[in-house]
């Protein structure tokens, strides 16, 4: 009888996720790994550990699979066969274990390493795919990892320029030399210290100028309430990384992929249906659609966590700000996403949130009171290559209790 084996794609899929969380640009950053290797005394993982990962459990289709003695044996044995293909990891001889088949060299020597088989490519659409550029830039050295940084102000949006890991410095030194055009755009090319360089450069410029900006409105935000206020960002839930349910603990793993930050996986609108106005008839036409998220779902996900005085949200976004009567509330609906794997779920979608606190806190209040009565107009900010421009069309009439705009996000940060 034949072995069993993965489909072509499937297999390439799973060499790449296995190589990836055990290549050099994601093990030392990976604690939960790290800390399982430590724990070996062979240095190798369970390989239905790995098989329990999320990114793999979409991959192999385990869509039952929770835990890692869930996996079943004969899905060890296909995938033990594939990763034996590779030439930058080991399994053991009874197909359970996995590891690297190389030491990690000291981070000294391993960043210098990183550093020169990397480029930055810019400017790239926000809702590039890191699959799409492997494919795009594997036509010219084989690629390791893509990465997709976030901004340096705003954590929740891709910065613009993807880093590409080739697996030798003369690669993409080559690559350096290409001109090349992706998306309609012609690429800027450049040594990844380069692009260190400036990010460094923008870190510090963003931190002076905050340091200027809380220093002018000090006074003026001891007049606002503080910590009521959470932002969320909507995206449409995958069938390999659905969300668990509201509030439950999901323990660390080895899905830091491009650093985690979560820029990587779907950006731009998640909505599928544009709805001009939220009035009584979209409610009713709408309230059973899943793909369709309203206010009224929005308020019934999160006065779980407390008292919701209003939903700054319009269907046609995917982002919005809650505003609770007490801060406690806010606290646990932060908490609660943090907990839960991706976020909260809200339909067929993930709300990742995150506290609004100092300039954005001050900010927003500030726009709610001198703006109250007033039209409400819908100078919000969105992001395009790396950079900050207003957009967006001239909002409804006004709405009580919601500012004019929204805070600038470029300002908004968590609390030191």
Not at 112 to 132: F, G, K, M, W, Y
Not at 177 to 202: H, M, N, T
């Amino acid at each position: 009888m034949a072995t069993p084996s993965l489909g072509e794609d499937t297999a390439k899929a799973v060499l790449r996720q296995v190589e990836f969380y055990f290549g050099d640009s994601n093990l030392p950053k990976d604690d939960f790994l790290k800390t399982k290797i430590n724990e070996s005394e062979d240095d190798m993982v369970s390989l239905a550990l790995i098989c329990s990962f999320s990114k793999m459990r979409g991959h192999l289709n385990l869509t039952e699979v929770k835990k890692a003695d869930d996996v079943p044996d004969c899905t060890l044995k296909v995938v033990a066969q594939t990763l034996r293909t590779s030439s930058s990891l080991k399994v053991s001889e009874d197909g359970k274990k996995v590891g690297r088949s190389t030491k990690l060299l000291e981070p000294e020597e391993l960043i210098e390493q990183l550093d020169s088989r990397t480029i930055a490519a810019s400017p790239l659409e926000l809702n590039v795919q890191r699959e799409a550029l492997e494919a795009f830039f594997g036509q010219y050295a084989k690629v390791n990892s893509v990465r997709l940084p976030h901004h340096v102000v705003q954590r929740m949006y891709f910065c613009g320029t993807a880093l590409i890991e080739f697996s030798a410095a003369e690669d993409a030194q080559t690559v350096l030399e290409q001109s090349l055009v992706y998306g309609g755009a012609e690429l800027e090319l450049k040594p990844k210290k380069d692009f260190d360089v400036i990010r460094e450069k923008e870190a510090e410029e963003f931190e002076r100028n905050r340091s200027i900006t809380t220093s002018n409105s000090s006074n003026a935000e001891e007049k606002y309430p503080k910590g009521l206020l959470v932002a969320f960002k909507l995206k449409s839930a995958s069938a390999g990384d659905s969300a668990e349910q509201n509030g439950s603990d999901e323990k660390k793993t080895a899905e830091n992929e491009n650093d985690k930050e979560k820029v990587d996986d779907k950006h731009g609108s998640p909505i599928d249906k544009v709805v001009e106005k939220e009035n009584k008839s979209s409610i009713s036409i709408y309230k059973d659609d899943m793909n369709v998220v309203l206010r009224e779902d929005l308020k019934d996900v999160f006065e779980k966590f407390g008292t919701v005085k209003y939903v700054d949200f319009r269907i046609r976004e995917d982002k919005g700000y809650i505003r609770f009567e007490q801060p406690e509330a806010a606290q646990k609906a932060h908490a609660a996403s943090a907990s839960a794997k991706g976020g909260l779920v809200v339909k067929n979608f993930i709300a990742n949130v995150e506290p609004v606190t100092g300039v954005a806190e001050s900010e927003y209040w500030s726009l709610l009171r001198d703006n109250q009565g007033k039209q409400r107009v819908g100078n919000h900010f969105h992001w395009r290559g790396g950079k900050i421009n207003r957009g967006g069309k001239r909002g409804r009439d006004g709405e009580n209790g919601s500012p004019r705009g929204r805070p600038n996000e470029a300002k908004r940060a968590r609390a030191a």
